[in-house]
């Protein structure tokens, strides 16, 4: 492992030249000689992705969460915003002219991510200098490439959920992505590619790792760590849907389900657990049967699980035979501030109240399922396909299932359990910027802060976060606008 720590601190010491990479002479002058610190097995290679723990370079968790705090489950008692930086409640109230004012520390959201793709780059380009010598060589060979595509595809999309424009067909080729690394070397400059360019990456990349990565399903605790055929899929069903392509959707989504489909039944107590009389919680990472890949959000304090409120809305559309009600929720202890019933989350997948689950598991691809063909015409399957979700969630015998002839109707079902399935797993930012181009389903976000109203309208410019702005101006590239 000490080559791998020598690795680490090298990153880290570079990683803000490889995601702002102005190539200025000067930083590269001070980079030492690293020739004794290169991998050269397929275990190296292994070993660096392998990182799942610990800030920054470690793959499975701080994925970014900014959103997450801006999406509009949650509200927080004045007590706690009091207590907020002010960058924090700039993201809470999604402010047009200041933003980052008073961020003195890294910016972790586009920074860890970038650090994973560099990581990525540098396993996707020493691996190619290998040649399997044996069968198992070469099943190990190609674990190492699928698992760096993955982790590439996943990072560029992480990414793209707030520095870029959602995916709009009729302008992805116009509009400005992200920029796309897909090299090691931090003396080629950073620009940003268009959002067609950002998406056609990712689904390129997880292609390619859906092709060489095994077929293994996460009943084995190393694969809910390490990509599989299966989590490649997810995310590719995962990626289509933000992109509103239907019917990719449904086809990577039904292929990964025909690999593994299993859903835990929160009547069972062989799969939740009781740690009192009324609440049941979810099992540990490595006892959940759901989860096909494990990550996490990145930890903050603007979504500290038991000093958020969860909108009462929200909260009140869970039917009281509806186990989720109980699992998913508790009160808000009344030195919170918070008016006496108001909730707070802890139906994370992680299996522990301070972390949010943000991986990809199977209920996710349920409901994407049932979504595509309910928008692509089959009702009957749609409606097939939540129910069986549904009955595994509500108390044994309560559950009448949904029955609709109408398209809309149905499709407004399956959207209202979306939300309320998936909370705070770090998709409804993203679920809010592409439902709000259709009238239908668009909404205004509202907070109150210190009885001051701060709105944010469907289709506004604030759904793009700002690039860091150092990365701005060490680079040239243009800045997101946070007005029309």
């Known amino acids: 492992m000490s080559m791998i720590r020598s690795i680490h601190y090298l990153i880290i010491f570079f990683a803000l030249i490889l995601i702002i990479s102005s190539c200025k002479k000067n930083w590269l002058d001070a980079k030492p000689n690293i020739s004794l610190q290169i991998p050269t097995t397929i275990a190296d290679y292994m070993a660096i992705l392998d990182k799942t723990e610990g800030n920054g370079v470690s793959f499975n968790n701080n994925q970014n969460g900014w959103h997450e705090a801006a999406a509009g489950d949650f ?88 520095f870029c424009k959602p995916y709009d067909k009729s302008n992805a080729t116009k509009e400005l992505g992200i920029p796309l690394r897909l090299e090691a070397d931090f003396n080629i400059p950073s620009h940003r590619s268009t959002v067609e360019e950002t998406y056609q990456q990712i689904i390129t990349d997880l292609k390619k790792a859906a092709e060489v990565l095994p077929i293994a399903t996460p009943i084995n605790n190393i694969y809910k760590y390490r990509p599989t055929k299966v989590a490649a899929n997810a995310m590719l069903a995962r990626v289509f849907l933000s992109m509103e392509d239907y019917e990719n959707a449904l086809f990577y989504s039904e292929k990964a389900l025909q690999q593994y489909d299993y859903l835990i039944d929160l009547n069972n107590p062989d799969e939740v657990k009781q740690d009192d009389q009324v609440y049941s919680t979810f099992p540990q990472i490595q006892d959940n049967k759901e989860i096909l890949f494990v990550n996490t959000l990145l930890n903050s304090q603007i979504y500290t699980y038991n000093r ?24 808000l202890p009344s030195s919170s501030g918070a008016p006496e019933n108001s909730y707070y989350f802890r139906g994370t997948y992680a299996g522990q109240n301070s972390t949010k689950f943000s991986g990809l598991a199977t209920n ?80 205004t976000l509202e907070r109150y802060v210190n009885n001051e109203r701060h709105t944010l309208p469907p289709n506004d410019p604030r759904y793009v976060f700002p690039i860091p702005y150092n990365v701005i101006e060490l680079t040239g590239m243009e800045q997101n606008p946070r007005t029309p």
């Not at 809470?92 to 560099?118: A, H, M, V």
């Not at 499709?411 to 259709?438: A, F, M, Q, V």
């Open 364 to 443: 996710e691809l349920y409901l994407i399922r049932a979504e595509c063909l309910a928008r692509l015409g089959d009702i009957d399957k749609a409606l097939e396909t939540l129910n069986a979700l549904l009955v595994k969630r509500w108390n044994t015998g309560t559950y009448v299932p949904y029955t609709d002839s109408n398209p809309e109707n149905v499709l407004r079902i399956i959207l209202t359990e979306r939300r309320k399935e998936l909370l705070l797993r770090g998709l409804r930012w993203s679920d809010l910027r592409r439902l709000n181009k259709d009238p239908r389903f668009a909404v």
């Open 75 to 162: 509200w927080l008692p004045q007590k706690y915003l009091d207590a907020r930086e002010n960058w924090e409640i700039e993201i809470y109230t999604w402010q047009k002219d200041k933003f980052y004012s008073d961020l003195t520390g890294n910016f972790s959201n586009w920074t860890y991510p970038y650090e994973r793709i560099f990581y990525c780059n540098i396993v996707l380009e020493g691996i190619e200098k290998i040649r399997p010598s044996s069968s198992g060589d070469e099943l190990d060979w190609n674990q190492v490439k699928g698992a760096a595509l993955f982790f590439r595809a996943y990072n560029h999309y992480d990414i793209a959920q707030m």
């Open 308 to 331: 958020i409120a969860i909108d009462s809305n929200l909260y009140n559309s869970y039917d009281d035979n509806d186990h989720r009600k109980l699992s998913f929720f508790r009160k």
